[in-house]
Nanobody, 115 residues
Framework: QVQLVESGGGLVQAGGSLRLSCAASGSIFSSATMNWYRQAPGKERELVATITSRDITNYAVAVKDRFTISRDNAKKTIYLQMNSLKPEDTAVYYC?????????WGQGTQVTVSS
């Protein structure tokens, strides 16, 4: 079983930056596709960013050019650098690991952007 632990959330003013981290357990991390999702109050969970095992990245239109996803296989950790934050980025951010039949989620970290 893979465990994921997010950190780095908090309260920031609009225009500010935060960096989220997600640390994974187990031995499959380097082969897995890793995702960041977010869920705002009253809304469905949405995919924010993806990084494959070959470091191919993809972003939601709403965050493209502001957010950057990266991974460090030696540390079994992914990151989400969030710049130029907007109030609409306020949500709980979740880390997700996908590989074959693995589909693991972290507990989430709250990001609040004040106007």
């Amino acid at each position: 079983q893979v465990q994921l632990v997010e950190s780095g959330g908090g309260l920031v003013q609009a225009g500010g930056s935060l960096r989220l981290s997600c640390a994974a357990s187990g031995s499959i991390f380097s082969s897995a596709t890793m995702n960041w999702y977010r869920q705002a109050p009253g809304k469905e969970r949405e995919l924010v960013a993806t990084i494959t095992s070959r470091d191919i990245t993809n972003y939601a239109v709403a965050v493209k050019d502001r957010f950057t996803i990266s991974r460090d296989n030696a540390k079994k950790t992914i990151y989400l650098q969030m710049n130029s934050l907007k109030p609409e980025d306020t949500a709980v951010y979740y880390c997700n690991l996908r590989l074959a039949y693995y589909n693991s989620w972290g507990q989430g970290t709250q990001v609040t952007v004040s106007s």
